[in-house]
T-cell receptor, first 115, second 118 residues
């Protein structure tokens, strides 16, 4: 069964800490995404990557950075965690094949609390 | 930039009844995909149904169907014979047809929490 695995289901961090959220996919997908999910706001795109070492900002990149050193792994980094970054974080991946839609696979989410 | 709006934060339906969830979107593109995703308490996002904008026929998947009105930029989801397992958060989402870099991203609505009453 193909998977997108997020390393932590729940995470509690202190304000000012550097936080790493890890996402690994086993489908050889080119595209990977990090979304943030908040009540009443839906899912908002933070960053995405369409190839190793390639990245593009999404709609809310402030306070975040990403790393993609290997095709299967896409990391979200909170440089200095703040309480307003308390949220659910979802990782997703999809293949890139012309204009065909191969569908998205999502991880189960990491609920991050910054105290 | 594309936007997706779901104006119903919460909806409820009796088991075995029919419910319709609303979604509107805005885009200047002529070719794109629209999706409905379901997120149960397990948090796993599950694709419910997909519509290609160039297809005039409304998509159907078993008890789930859509009413796609391209000119009105409306994309509603109808769930027939509702079951307790349909209770979840439902998200409407948009993607451009073209796949060049940012074209592969999904833009989501705010979500509608569906409750199914026994």
């Amino acid at each position: 069964d193909v998977k997108v695995t997020q390393s932590s289901r729940y995470l509690v961090k202190r304000t000012g800490e550097k936080v790493f959220l890890e996402c690994v996919q086993d489908m050889d997908h080119e595209n990977m995404f990090w979304y943030r999910q908040d009540p009443g706001l839906g899912l908002r795109l933070i960053y995405f990557s369409y190839d190793v070492k390639m990245k593009e900002k999404g709609d809310i990149p402030e306070g975040y950075s990403v790393s993609r050193e290997k095709k299967e792994r896409f990391s979200l980094i909170l440089e200095s965690a703040s309480t307003n970054q308390t949220s659910m974080y979802l990782c997703a991946s999809t293949a890139r094949q012309g204009n065909l839609d191969y569908g998205y696979t999502f991880g189960s989410g990491t609920r991050l609390t910054v105290v | 930039a594309q936007t997706v709006t779901q104006s119903q934060p919460e909806m409820s339906v009796q088991e075995a009844e029919t419910v319709t969830l609303s979604c509107t979107y805005d885009t200047s593109e002529s070719d794109y995909y629209l999706f409905w995703y379901k997120q149960p308490p397990s948090r796993q996002m599950i694709l419910v149904i997909r519509q290609e904008a160039y297809k005039q026929q409304n998509a159907t998947e078993n008890r789930f169907s859509v009413n796609f009105q391209k000119a009105a930029k409306s994309f509603s989801l109808k769930i027939s014979d509702s079951q307790l397992g349909d209770a979840a958060m439902y998200f409407c989402a948009y993607r451009n047809l073209r796949w060049e870099t940012s074209g592969s991203r999904l833009t989501f609505g705010e979500g509608t929490q569906l409750t199914v009453n026994p």
